[in-house]
């Protein structure tokens, strides 16, 4: 194998590229670059959170020259604790906007750009001007997105878009790490079923029997806030409301006798935030640099593909390839199936492909051919299609009809095929 820089020279090449067997690591590649050219080419880093901090020192550390970093959040006085590039005058300020200023102050030979916003927002020339993508994120439809997104732009553009993804995450103990191949190897959309979901209280629990400091917090926030400020959406990162939360969910856990409602907890259950812990960011952002360097460089095998570290239990890694999903919606087939009743009405649709294990979509958007059947946004398209919701879908379409669906966490639009369940039933009760 030679490095992915090396493959530049046809896009066929990089489609029969397989890991991980490569030649001793030579000072020149195939391309007549030098280690200090393949070092040189841009990559970016997406996130500047506790693991994008820990990935962009190694970066600069491990010799890269040329970096591009982008994160929309700011800095919160809860980040100083992990996320060692900022200081206590830095709270408020864009993460990136700090990170880039840090790295450059301690390294100013290196080129480091930052970007405050939204990797949606960045036009189509930035990726094709990158050599690599680092993910830092901690943010499961963002890494969706991206991740389809680039398969997009090899699609489209052929070699030019071939842009590696190396995708870390952590949770408390534990992490991973992916190198994506678009095209070539398992993207993340076909493990996507490997994280666990948002977890959820039931309903009846929160309102009824709660057992749990969390159980509280989501009454305060779930059915609380909705019923005494309809018309303002509960903002996790406001202080005032994250506090009127305390104080309604203490009120509640105390007529149970359930202590341990704390602010920071109250933000976490609000805002379902993964707990970080810095020496496993250090831990997955040294790996994530390791799969970088010898993607650009070509100096050693690249894994092949996926890294699990366990912490929680021992000390332990677990590397294992991942294999493609010829079903997957992104490097597969790009379309999917799903059965249902032709009884069952669009809303209950949109909620199976909401919860399928293969679509995992957060807000579908659905059209039929030349109608629009429902659009979550923008308002006026909404408040159109919102009566579709209630009719049963054998009243807007047929059984194995394609319906065009358009989500968030997808950069372009999805071809689902609807099949009824009780479609053979419905043929035979017709020819009676």
């Known amino acids: ?9 046809g896009y066929e090449r990089f489609l029969k590229l397989k890991a991980p067997h490569v030649k001793d690591f030579e000072l020149v590649n195939e391309l007549g670059e030098t280690p200090q050219e393949q070092l040189s080419k841009a990559v ?43 200081r206590t005058k830095d709270v408020g300020k864009p993460k990136a906007e700090v990170a880039a200023e840090f790295i450059r102050q301690r390294s100013p030979e290196i080129s480091i750009t930052a970007h405050y916003k939204r990797i949606q927002d960045m036009p189509e020339e930035f990726y094709l001007g990158l050599s690599l993508i680092v993910c830092g994120l901690d943010s499961i439809d963002a890494r969706r997105w991206i ?28 992490g991973n790490m992916r190198v994506i191949l678009p095209k070539v190897n398992a993207c993340f959309e076909c493990g996507l079923d490997i994280y666990p979901p948002k977890v959820t209280y039931p309903i009846c629990t929160i309102a009824n029997t709660p057992r749990l400091p969390e159980h509280c917090i989501e009454w305060a926030s779930v059915l609380e806030w909705p019923r005494v400020f309809p018309d303002t959406k509960l903002d996790g990162d ?137 659009f979550q946004g923008p308002p006026m398209l909404e408040e159109k299609t919102r009566p579709n919701l209630e009719k049963k879908l054998c009243q807007l379409f047929e059984s194995g009809s394609a319906l065009t669906v358009t989500d968030p966490t997808l950069p372009t639009s999805l071809r689902v095929i609807v099949n009824f369940s009780d479609f053979e039933q419905q043929q035979e009760e017709g020819s009676k």
Not at 78 to 85: G, I, T, V
Request: hydrophobic share 40%; net charge negative.
């Open 1 to 9: 194998m030679t490095s992915i820089s090396a493959c530049a020279t």
């Open 44 to 86: 970016l880093v997406i996130g500047a959170g506790g693991l994008g901090c820990e990935i962009l020192k190694n970066l600069a550390m491990t010799g890269f020259k040329n970096i591009h970093v982008i994160d929309m959040d700011t800095i919160d006085i809860s980040n100083l604790n992990r996320q060692f590039l900022f």
């Open 147 to 174: 991740n389809a997104y680039i398969h997009e732009l090899a699609d489209r553009h052929g070699m030019e878009g071939f842009k590696p993804i190396v995708d870390g995450g952590t949770e408390g103990l534990k």
């Open 238 to 374: 406001n202080v005032d409301q994250i506090n009127w939360v305390v104080e309604q969910a203490s009120e509640r856990a105390a007529s149970f006798n359930i202590s341990g409602i704390t602010f920071s907890l109250a933000q976490g259950v609000v805002k379902n935030i993964i707990p970080a812990i810095a020496s496993t960011n250090a831990i997955i952002a040294a790996a994530c640099t390791n799969e970088a360097f010898k993607i650009i460089t070509g100096s050693n095998p690249y894994l092949d593909n996926s890294l699990l570290y366990v912490g929680d239990s021992g000390m332990y890694f677990l590397t294992y390839p991942l294999f493609q999903n010829d079903d997957c919606i992104v490097c597969g087939q790009k379309e999917g199936t799903i059965e249902i009743s032709s009884d069952s009405t669009l809303q209950q649709l949109i909620e199976a492909l909401q919860e399928h294990n293969t679509f995992q979509l957060k807000a579908p958007s659905l059209t039929y051919s030349s109608t629009n059947l429902y």
